[in-house]
């Protein structure tokens, strides 16, 4: 699918993974709108980026928000045609510990946001590229590209409901896939590894280096903007559906 004088949406597009992706489909010459719950930078990064740049105040937990943020994407010439979602958040805590059972609120709010939140930009998209007329070799009405992670494979010590999360996001891809394979839209998912987002920038620097050492090649944290380029590449390739793709450079992660 071509990105041209498209209408895109990223949600969780205000930083890291999302405003890289963001500058990637806007330079392509798309229009696309940033729906993010951080006001703040999502102005900035709408501003910054000048023409072809929107921002909706969204939070993927509030269906409401993500509808509306779909439709003001879904009002711009030519409809709604690719959707990436970028948007989560992670927690650290074991099953079971001497302090006691997981609790049960952040993995509830984990789910929430990575999966549930997921979810909601993802059929809510769909259903405004349903109304699109068929564009290109393929005829296609869409492209949605969601975000899980190696995790959803790999899952660390601590990881429990980041990983339920992700592996979430992982097994909704081929069922969605097929729901609207009749309808001319994909689906896929990008696994990343260990990338430089604001996550890992609260890091220390020996610690970010540690953690970069241990990725076979290159050895070193993703660029965001590496996560971007595959983004480009999904919507570009017509034949990438209902597939999730791992982007880590070839880490497989231990236990802890």
């Not at 993974?17 to 940033?34: D, F, M, P, Q, Y």
């Not at 927690?91 to 709010?109: D, L, V």
Request: with cysteine; aromatic share 4%.
């Amino acid at each position: 699918m071509e990105l041209k004088d498209r209408s895109t949406l990223v949600a969780g597009g205000a930083s890291g993974l999302g405003a890289a992706t963001v500058r990637a489909i806007h330079s392509e010459g798309a229009v696309v709108t940033i729906a993010d719950r951080d006001l703040e930078r999502g102005k900035a990064l709408a501003d910054e980026l000048g023409e072809r740049a929107h921002f909706a105040h969204a939070d993927v937990t509030d269906a409401s928000s993500v509808e509306a943020a779909v439709a003001q994407a879904a009002a711009l010439p030519g409809g709604l045609r690719v959707s990436v979602c970028c948007a989560g958040i992670g927690w650290a805590e074991r099953t079971a510990s001497k302090h006691g059972a997981h609790s049960q609120q952040p993995f509830e709010t984990v789910i929430g946001v990575n999966l549930i939140g997921t979810f909601n930009v993802m059929r809510y998209a769909a259903a405004a590229m349903l109304t699109n007329e068929p564009q290109g070799p393929n005829s296609e009405r869409g492209v949605i590209i969601n975000t899980a992670s190696i995790a959803a494979f790999d899952g660390q010590i601590g990881q429990l409901a980041y990983a339920a999360s992700k592996g979430g996001v992982v097994a909704m891809t081929l069922p969605a896939a097929r729901d609207l394979s009749r309808e001319s839209i994909r689906v896929c998912t990008i696994a990343p590894g260990l990338f430089d987002t604001p996550l890992l920038a609260s890091l220390p620097e020996p610690a970010r280096q540690s953690l970069g050492a241990t990725v076979p090649y290159p050895a070193r944290l993703g660029d965001p903007a590496e996560y971007a380029q595959l983004a480009l590449s999904i919507v570009a390739n017509g034949y990438l559906n209902g597939e999730t793709i791992r982007l880590d450079a070839g880490l497989r992660m231990a236990p802890k």
